[in-house]
């Protein structure tokens, strides 16, 4: 079975996520905005959420840790918790 690492930040609004993002792609650090504005616990490590296997996290989420490209950031995504934007950094 296949595992995968990420890290996330969890936003209550679209735009909070895509402004996050902005601030990350241009050379803002991940784990440090992940400390200030996430509304996940995990915030507090960085976003880091460990490893994981696949049925694990809620479906919209899953989809992207599985299939999308490692390294970058991925997002908005949208699930019952709020925005995420999502960072694989392994998966194997």
């Not at 296949?2 to 902005?22: F, Y």
């Not at 905005?33 to 976003?47: D, Y």
Request: glycine content about 14%.
């Amino acid at each position: 079975m296949s595992q995968a690492r990420a890290r996330h930040i969890l936003v209550p609004s679209q735009s909070e996520c895509e402004n996050l993002k902005k601030q990350i792609e241009g050379g803002a650090d991940f784990a440090a905005l992940a400390k200030k504005h996430s509304k996940c616990p995990s915030g507090q490590q960085g976003g880091d959420l460990g490893s994981f296997g696949p049925g694990q996290m809620v479906p919209e989420f899953d989809k992207v840790v599985f299939s999308g490209e490692l390294g970058k950031v991925h997002g908005p995504v949208k699930t019952q918790f709020g925005y995420h934007l999502i960072e694989i950094t392994s998966r194997g």
